[in-house]
C-alpha cells in the first residue's frame, strides 16, 4: 500500500483505528479529515498505514456477511498475527468499543493536490484499476484490426466472451465467528482473552500435510493462565494437518485408535500451542445428564444451582474440550452432548431456564477407543454404538495408531532416561504383542503409558521380571496374562 493513497478499503480500516484508540485527540473530526490529516493522525498514534493483505481480508469478510464491526476487530487481530498495524495496533486488539458499523458506505473520494498539498501523487506507472485493465484488454483486442487482421480481432473477441462467461468459482467458506457474552462470576478462575490468531504453519508439526496448505490455517491464540505446557517430543498424528483443517473452521474432530496411542495428548498439545484452557470430560457407564449440566445443592445452608462439568467448560472463551470415551455414555448424556455440538453451540438448562452458549473459540475433541461404530475385537467391554446423529456432528475421524518402535523407543529413552538399547527391547516387545492383538491371541497389545510405567521402573533399578508384573501384567485381562508372560520370556524381556 503506498504511503501517498489510500483506497476505500484502506481508509475505512485506518479511520476505525484512529477513532477506537484511546491516545487520539478528541478534537479531531475524523469525518471530514482529508488523506494528509489520516496519515498523519496514524503516525503520531504509532499506527502503520493498512498493507493490502488487511484490505483484502478486511474485504472477504464483508463480503461473506460477517458484520463491519466484526470484520474490522478480525482485521485487527490477523494484522497483529501479521505483524502489520504498527505498535499501536496493541492498545486496540480486544478493545473492539467505537468501532464504525457504516463505514463501508462512505464515499470519498480520492484527494486532490489541493486537499492534500503535501502529498506526492501516487505513481502512474502502472494502473492496476478494473477500469484500466478493461481499456487495456480492448486495445490490446483492437489491435490487429488497424492490420486487417479479421481472424487475430476474432481470436481476441472470443478470448474476451470467454473469460465474461467463465463461471465464477466458488467462494471460500467464512470462517465461524461468535461473539459471546461471558459471566466471569460464572467462571471459576480467570477469564482467558483472545490474542489475535496464530498461524498454524508456525508450529512444529512434523507430519504429512497431504495437501493441506497450512498456510491458510491459524486459530485464536489466548492467555489460558491453567494451559498446558508443550511436549517436544510428542509424536503427531499422521491426519494431524487435516484435523486441523477442521478446527480452524469452528468444526469438532473425532479421534479413534487403541488405548495409549496419545489420543488425549492430542487435544492437551492442540491447547499448549496455542495457550488455551484445556478440560477433560471423561464417560462411564454412569455418566448421566446431571454430571454435565449441573444441579441443585447445599451450600452454607442455601440452595444453590452448581453447574455440571461440560456447562462450566463452554463458559470458557477458547477453551479445548475433550470428550473422553463418549462409546461410555448413556442416552440421556449423549442427548445433552448432541445439543451443544449443533449449530446452536448452547445448552439449556431446563431447571434454570438458562441458555449457556457456548464461548467463544472452544473447542470440542473426542477420543474413543472405537470408531463409535462398535468394538468387534472385545478388548473394550462396556462401550456402546453411538448413534448416527451423535456421530455426524463431527467433521472427521481421525485414526490414532501406535508409534513405529523406533519412535516409541526415542519417546521412552527422552522421558525416562532409559538407555536406548533397554528402550529399544520394550518397544520392540510391545509391537509383538500388538502384531498377536491383530492376530487375535490377545484382546489387546501394550501400550506407551504401560511402557513408560516399566521404564521408570527399569531406570530406577528395580529388578526388569518384578517391573514387568507391576506395570504391564498385572493390569491386563486375566485372559492375556499367561500370553503376554511367555511373550516376555520369549522376546528376553527380562534382559532388558
Not at 470484520?71 to 505483524?83: F, K, L, S
Not at 473447542?363 to 475385537?377: K, P, R
Request: a negative charge.
Amino acid at each position: 500500500m503506498s504511503r501517498t493513497s489510500l483506497s476505500t478499503t484502506a481508509r475505512t480500516i485506518i479511520k476505525n483505528r484512529i477513532k477506537r484508540h484511546p491516545d487520539r485527540d478528541p478534537d479531531f473530526d475524523i469525518s471530514k479529515a482529508k488523506v494528509a490529516d489520516l496519515i498523519q493522525a496514524a503516525m503520531l498514534l504509532r499506527l502503520d498505514l493498512p498493507v493490502a493483505e488487511e484490505c483484502d481480508f478486511y474485504e472477504g469478510l464483508r463480503k461473506r456477511k460477517v458484520g463491519p464491526a466484526d470484520a474490522m476487530i478480525e482485521t485487527d487481530r490477523m494484522a497483529q498475527t501479521m505483524g502489520c498495524g504498527g505498535a499501536g495496533l496493541a492498545q486496540l486488539v480486544g478493545a473492539p468499543d467505537g468501532v464504525e458499523e457504516t463505514e463501508d458506505n462512505q464515499t470519498d473520494e480520492n484527494p486532490t493536490s489541493e486537499d492534500a498539498p503535501n502529498v506526492v501523487p501516487a505513481s502512474s506507472e502502472e494502473d492496476t484499476t478494473p477500469e484500466a485493465k478493461t481499456r487495456a484488454d480492448v486495445d490490446r483486442v483492437m489491435e490487429p484490426l488497424a492490420k486487417g487482421d479479421v481472424a487475430a480481432l476474432r481470436t481476441g473477441i472470443e478470448e474476451l466472451a470467454a473469460r465474461a462467461n467463465a463461471p465464477h468459482p466458488e467462494p471460500a467458506p467464512a470462517r465461524v465467528i461468535y461473539r459471546t457474552t461471558v459471566d466471569p462470576s460464572k467462571v471459576s478462575g480467570q477469564v482467558p482473552t483472545a490474542q489475535g490468531f496464530k498461524l498454524v504453519e508456525d508450529q512444529p508439526f512434523d507430519c504429512d500435510d497431504h495437501g493441506v496448505d497450512l498456510r491458510g490455517l491459524s486459530l485464536e491464540l489466548y492467555d489460558s493462565e491453567t494451559a498446558p505446557e508443550p511436549l517436544e517430543d510428542y509424536v503427531w498424528p499422521a491426519d494431524t494437518a487435516l484435523a486441523l483443517a477442521a478446527l480452524s473452521h469452528g468444526q469438532h474432530v473425532y479421534l479413534a485408535g487403541p488405548a495409549g496411542t496419545g489420543k488425549t495428548e492430542f487435544a492437551r498439545q492442540i491447547a499448549a500451542h496455542w495457550n488455551r484452557s484445556f478440560t477433560r470430560i471423561s464417560f462411564t457407564g454412569h455418566t448421566e445428564a446431571p454430571v454435565l449440566v449441573g444441579g441443585y445443592g447445599l451450600k452454607d445452608g442455601a440452595t444453590v444451582w452448581k453447574d455440571g462439568q461440560l456447562a462450566s467448560a463452554i463458559r470458557i472463551p477458547g477453551n479445548v474440550i475433550l470428550l473422553d470415551e463418549p462409546s461410555f455414555a448413556t442416552p440421556g448424556a449423549l442427548a445433552v452432548l448432541q445439543a451443544v455440538l449443533d449449530s446452536d453451540r448452547a445448552l439449556h438448562v431446563d431447571e434454570t431456564g438458562e441458555v449457556i452458549p457456548v464461548a467463544d473459540d472452544v473447542l470440542f475433541i473426542a477420543a474413543d477407543n472405537t470408531a463409535g461404530t462398535g468394538d468387534m475385537s472385545g478388548a473394550y467391554e462396556g462401550t456402546r454404538i453411538l448413534n448416527r446423529a451423535f456421530l455426524d456432528r463431527f467433521a472427521l475421524t481421525v485414526e490414532v495408531d501406535f508409534l513405529s518402535p523406533g519412535q516409541e523407543a526415542a519417546l521412552i529413552h527422552g522421558r525416562t532416561g532409559l538407555p536406548k538399547k533397554r528402550a529399544n527391547k520394550l518397544a520392540n516387545f510391545a509391537a509383538v504383542t500388538r502384531t498377536k492383538a491383530e492376530e487375535a491371541e490377545v484382546s489387546h497389545g501394550v501400550g506407551l503409558r504401560r511402557l513408560l510405567a516399566c521404564a521408570i521402573l527399569l531406570q530406577s533399578g528395580a529388578d526388569p521380571d518384578r517391573a514387568f508384573k507391576v506395570s504391564v501384567l498385572s493390569t491386563a485381562p486375566r485372559d492375556d496374562q499367561e500370553t503376554l508372560r511367555q511373550l516376555w520370556v520369549t522376546q528376553k524381556g527380562g534382559d532388558v
